[in-house]
């Protein structure tokens, strides 16, 4: 009996734990995670008693407040109800508008204004002296070589009038004193002979001056700078020459330096073209006349 009463205890033990078994749970359809909202919570209240009884009355849980989030305005789409239909239409969004890119400059990069530069007047230096409408006085000395067995050093006396600062008009008068050089020496001597060609005596010339240019040079040791001007230069006239009379020109270029504004040197480099009678023939006879001028301007 108490075998049976045992299996009858086992097996009702058995169907009695299958039938408590829950049934498995069925997969529950995937739905959207929602997305998450802060919870506010409200502190738990603590346990009150009862005035009547005063027995402890139940601990009240916390309870769990779904706060509902609303979007700012701004960033919501504005929505509205299209006529005739149910379903609101929703408006485009503004354009939205880039900030300006603003450059920020570090302070360790920005370059320091240079410091201001004193303020100097701008100084042309005029002329240290000027020749227009006035007239220049002088005398040289001079030598005439052109290859005709004669020594002819001279003076010579000129003025100059500029109308206008680089052109000037020039009338000089030159006077020679010629003697036979040392080879004609010789021949007298032995033949009793001379040259054909005549002793020159005297020239009388015109012609104009132009300057070139206008210059100053400062030179170590005189203090000062020298102003000097290159002319260029050419003449015609005629010459006496021992009782031979002929016309004669001359072309070549000058160096003008003023001493002060009214003091002046010049230096003259000229070639020379004559006509000369030489035993009953004319010929042309070249040569060159180096002078060394000082004068004034009045």
């Known amino acids: 009996m108490r075998g049976a009463a045992s299996m009858s205890f086992v097996g009702f033990a058995l169907a009695t734990l299958l039938g408590a078994a829950p049934a498995p749970a069925r997969a529950a359809a995937a739905e959207p995670t929602p997305a998450p909202v802060p919870a506010v919570t409200t502190p738990a209240a603590r346990p009150s008693s009862s005035p009547a009884t005063g027995t402890p ?32 239409a929703t408006a485009s969004p503004p354009p ?27 100084r042309v230096q005029s002329r240290f002296a000027t020749k227009l409408k006035s007239t220049q006085l002088f005398g040289a000395a001079e030598y005439l070589s052109r ?19 680089s052109i000037g008009l020039e009338l000089q008068v030159s006077h020679y004193w010629s003697s036979l050089n040392a080879a004609a020496e010789r021949v007298k001597e032995l033949d009793g002979r001379i040259p054909d060609s005549h002793a020159p005596a005297w020239l009388f010339l015109a012609g104009g001056r132009y300057s070139l240019g206008y210059g100053k040079l ?33 072309l070549g270029l000058g160096f003008l330096v003023f001493l002060t504004p009214r003091m002046f040197a010049r230096i003259d480099a000229a070639i020379v073209y004559e006509r000369e009678d030489r035993s009953g023939t004319t010929v042309g006879v070249w040569g060159t006349l180096p002078s060394l001028s000082v004068g004034g301007t009045l």
């Open 57 to 88: 009355g139940a601990i009240a849980r916390p309870t769990v407040a779904a706060a509902t989030t609303t979007a700012p305005a701004a960033s919501r789409p504005a929505t509205a109800t299209a006529p005739g239909s149910s379903h609101p």
């Open 218 to 250: 400062m030179v170590g040791g005189l203090g000062s700078a020298i102003h000097f001007e290159p002319q260029a230069f050419v003449h015609a006239g005629m010459h006496w020459h021992n009782g031979d009379v002929g016309p004669s020109g001359d």
């Open 147 to 165: 290859g005709d067995y004669y020594n002819s050093p001279g003076v010579r006396a000129g003025a100059t009038y500029y109308p206008l600062e």
């Open 96 to 122: 939205v508008v880039a900030p300006r890119a603003v450059a920020v400059t570090s302070p360790s990069s920005t370059l320091r204004e240079p410091a201001p530069r004193p303020v100097t007047d701008v």
